[in-house]
């Protein structure tokens, strides 16, 4: 049996989808159905049903919780043999979605050096699955990214723990028109349905988006123009006046004070969101353990909320 065969199962587990396991996997659909195949003939029996949506067999449920013990007894070792190496004992590696690596993440380090000192870490920025799986894998100590309540990360509290570190809301926001007002507009209506960027499945806060979406469907006109997994794509085709997009109030805060973005709707149609940071519960490197206790300081002291721009009470109406 081999190593990858595990983790190809494992995010077929997250996914569901072996078009997006593959490509996070980086590999080619049928390449990667063969891996599967593979680890089911060394087991002996099907693992995932290969059905819409696609879903564990009961020997699949099975073995999934000895694939991921394995994974990380493995993962552990690895840690642990790493940190005999002094340059990889004193980095803190942080993997960390698109959306927060740009605009929190640099102040929220800064908050945590200016009370424990200078600090040596690594930033891989991606989207939320890949995120996830590399926490998983091991490839990064921590994870940090939105973690809005309607979205399920599929990191059990068993096995993972996590703080708390700032918070956030998704905001619609379009560019204004001549009278000052959203050029695109909620809830849109029947003659005119309004132009909607959206985010891709890749995207943990598109999905807490998409899950309002679906809880104020009978009342939406909207028509879906666009699609990417960054946020920052999406706020450049708003700014070309492609349609409006759901984007972290933190991202375009500016922009919403200097009447360069409007809000493209009222305040019920904003997503608060945490951002959260994430671990596995088994032991880290001795200074990605001391990180994580200082990041629980500063959260009990309440820096996060001293360090982080106060959010407005209502975006500016559409």
């Known amino acids: 049996m081999e190593f990858k065969w595990l983790e190809d199962f494992l995010s077929v587990v997250d996914t569901r989808n072996f078009t997006r396991s593959a490509e996070l996997r980086f590999t080619t659909q049928p390449a ?35 694939a991921e013990e394995v994974l990380r007894r493995l993962l552990q070792v690895r840690e642990d043999i790493r940190s005999l190496d002094g340059a990889a004992a004193t980095t803190i590696s942080i993997t960390a979605t ?38 998983q894998k091991g490839r990064a100590h921590f994870m940090l990214c939105h973690a809005p309540s309607s ?23 379009s560019v204004p028109d001549a009278e000052g007002g959203a050029q695109h507009t909620l809830p849109g209506s029947r003659k005119q349905r309004a132009h909607y960027l959206a985010y891709a499945e890749t995207s943990g806060i598109g999905r807490a988006v998409d899950h309002m979406l679906q809880r104020r469907a009978a009342q939406l006109h ?27 109030e933190s991202q375009v805060r500016d922009d919403l004070a200097a009447g360069r973005l409007v809000a493209a ?19 880290l490197a001795p200074k990605s353990e001391e990180f994580w206790s200082a990041v629980a300081d500063c959260e009990a002291a309440g820096a996060w909320r001293e360090a982080q721009p106060a959010l407005a009470a209502n975006p500016a109406p559409g």
């Not at 605009?103 to 945590?112: A, D, S, V, Y």
């Not at 599929?154 to 905001?171: K, M, Q, T």
Request: charged content about 25%.
């Open 32 to 66: 990667f159905s063969r891996r599967i195949r593979s680890l089911e003939e060394w087991v002996g029996t099907a693992l995932i049903e290969r059905s819409n949506p696609i879903c564990l067999t009961p020997a699949g449920q099975k073995f999934r919780p000895a």
């Open 265 to 283: 709707g009222d305040a019920s149609w904003t997503v608060p969101v945490d951002i959260r940071l994430f671990r596995q519960n088994e032991s």
């Open 151 to 173: 979205v399920d990360l599929h990191l059990p509290p068993d096995n993972y723990s996590s703080i708390v570190v700032g918070s956030d809301r998704l905001v619609p926001v």
């Open 98 to 135: 698109h959306s927060v690596s740009l605009t929190f993440f640099p102040r929220w380090i800064r908050c945590i050096e200016e009370r424990k000192g200078v600090l040596s870490t690594r930033l891989d920025s991606n989207h939320l699955e890949a995120c996830v799986q590399a926490l």
């Open 222 to 248: 909207l028509e879906r123009v666009f699609v990417s997994h960054l946020a920052g794509v999406l706020e450049s085709m708003v700014r070309a006046g492609r349609g409006l997009a759901w984007l972290p």
